[in-house]
């Protein structure tokens, strides 16, 4: 198959740090060429790939101070996609609304992959353009009607995650994702304070959640029991998570995904997450973690979380989310939407020949 990979500029595929779309958009492309497809991907070109790279931008945008305007950008990639879409037999757009309206223009079909949940502001775009094929990346995810052809779980490379067979000592709790309200680490501090665990976070710190910082994480931070790490590499990642003894996810929204939760129990970390959004998808409650309904109860799981086999862990992932798992459905998804559209066309044909 000839396919189109469309990237969102922001950040570089894969990222350098944090950027869990980027990530698993990289583990999806490559493994599509080594599966033998003619694969382009459309992204920053400071990304590296298997693929034929279309660069929209020389590097990613959230790394280039003089771009004010991310939506132009966005605009002149898809602009350029769509430009030659006769050339593909697939389009996988991962970059949201702003290609749906394209997508109507052109006889080569797009698919997109929903990485986000749905808002106030964006449901009515969707839902105007509900019959266009999307991918969901959980069934929790699902809370509008769209013309779902599947559900296609993130899938990462378990080469990628050594294994842990021991968690470190002394033992701490890790917290990783964006220091956002919605992320929980003001949640991770208090289990933390209850529990009398130490704990290490690290994660992005974006500008317009600096208040939400300075107020409600750095005052507890005191390099003993709160470290804060920043922001860190995919090595420093792995030691994080690897070597902790659990992996708290005390998100207070509904997560579509949750790539964290896979990354920790790849490298043999158990999760304790509650239950919102995908969460009860990803986490095998009481084998690879715990999924509960409260903080409290959280903070309560901590010694039955250290009692879990981290190589059972470890199978779990390597059984339900590897790159293998996640390309061959985005593969059986891309077959059926080109055999519905050339079955579409010849009935089409077929009703003008009769007609």
């Given at each position: ?14 990222p ?17 060429v ?15 790939t ?5 660069a929209?931008?020389?590097?990613a ?18 602009s ?15 970059v ?5 309206p ?6 080569t ?23 266009q ?41 890790a ?20 529990t ?30 709160i ?16 070597n ?33 959004g ?16 409260s ?45 519905d ?15």
């Amino acid at each position: 198959m000839k396919i189109a990979q469309v990237a969102p500029l922001w950040e570089r595929v894969p990222p350098p740090t944090y950027g869990g779309i980027e990530l698993v958009m990289s583990r999806l492309t490559d493994e599509l060429v080594r599966r033998g497809h003619d694969v382009t991907l459309f992204a920053s070109g400071d990304s590296q790939t298997l693929a034929k790279l279309k660069a929209v931008y020389p590097r990613a945008l959230r790394l280039d101070p003089n771009v004010k305007e991310y939506a132009v950008y966005e605009m002149l990639e898809l602009s350029q996609v769509y430009q030659i879409a006769k050339e593909f037999d697939i389009i996988h757009s991962h970059v949201g609304i702003t290609a749906l309206p394209l997508a109507n223009f052109v006889q080569t079909p797009t698919v997109h992959t929903v990485h986000s949940n749905f808002t106030t502001d964006n449901r009515n775009i969707y839902i105007y353009h509900q019959q266009q094929p999307y991918v969901s990346i959980s069934n929790a995810q699902r809370q509008i009607n769209l013309n779902y052809v599947s559900t296609v779980y993130n899938g990462i490379a378990l080469e990628d995650y050594p294994f842990v067979a021991q968690h470190q000592q002394p033992p701490y709790l890790a917290f990783l994702g964006r220091f956002w309200p919605e992320k929980g680490p003001q949640h991770a501090i208090a289990i933390a304070k209850q529990t009398g665990w130490h704990l290490k976070m690290a994660g992005k710190l974006d500008i317009e959640y600096s208040k939400f910082f300075e107020q409600e994480i750095a005052p507890h931070i005191d390099g003993q029991q709160i470290q804060f790490l920043g922001e860190i590499s995919h090595t420093e990642k792995i030691e994080l998570l690897g070597n902790a003894a659990i992996t708290l996810f005390p998100i207070a929204w509904h997560e579509p995904f949750g790539l964290v939760m896979i990354e920790s129990m790849a490298t043999g970390t158990p999760v304790i997450a509650t239950s919102l959004g995908s969460v009860p998808e990803v986490i095998a409650h009481g084998v690879s973690g715990f999924v509960c309904q409260s903080y409290d109860e959280m903070a309560t799981m901590i010694p039955a979380a250290l009692e879990l086999n981290r190589q059972t862990c470890r199978k779990y992932v390597e059984n339900k989310f590897s790159v293998i798992q996640m390309v061959d459905g985005y593969e059986a998804v891309y077959e059926k939407i080109i055999k519905d559209r050339i079955d579409l066309n010849g009935r089409i044909h077929a009703a003008k020949i009769k007609f």
